[in-house]
C-alpha cells in the first residue's frame, strides 16, 4: 500500500466515523422525551457490546467446549450480581480448567 493510498483510506475512515458521532448531535437540539426511543437508545451500547463480544468467546479459545464453559460461567456469575473483575476471573479460571481436560 502507498502512503497516498494510505492517507486516503485514513481520511474516508475518519470522515465516516466523525459523521456518525456528529450527526446525531446536529439533527436532535432538544431533550428526547418519547420513551420508547429514551428505552431503545439505552439499550444499543449494551447490543453492541454483546455483539462485539459473542463472537470473540468462540474464537479466542482452542475449543468450542472451553468457550461454551466460560460463557457459561460468566452469564451464571453476571446473573448473580458479582462484580466484573469476578466474572472474567473465574470465566478465565474455567476456560483454563476445560483446557486442561481436553
Not at 502507498?2 to 456528529?22: D, Q, V
Not at 418519547?34 to 463480544?53: D, E, W
Amino acid at each position: 500500500m502507498t502512503t497516498s493510498t494510505f492517507f486516503i483510506y485514513l481520511l474516508i475512515m475518519a470522515g465516516s466515523t466523525y459523521l456518525i458521532r456528529a450527526i446525531p448531535f446536529v439533527a436532535i437540539r432538544r431533550k428526547i422525551t418519547n420513551r420508547f426511543v429514551r428505552s431503545f437508545l439505552y439499550y444499543i451500547p449494551y447490543a453492541v457490546l454483546t455483539a462485539m463480544t459473542i463472537p470473540a468467546i468462540f474464537t479466542a479459545t482452542s475449543s468450542v467446549w472451553s468457550a461454551c464453559a466460560g460463557l457459561l460461567v460468566a452469564v451464571l456469575l453476571s446473573l448473580k450480581k458479582c462484580s466484573l473483575t469476578t466474572v472474567a476471573l473465574l470465566s478465565c479460571v474455567a476456560v483454563y480448567l476445560v483446557e486442561l481436560l481436553i
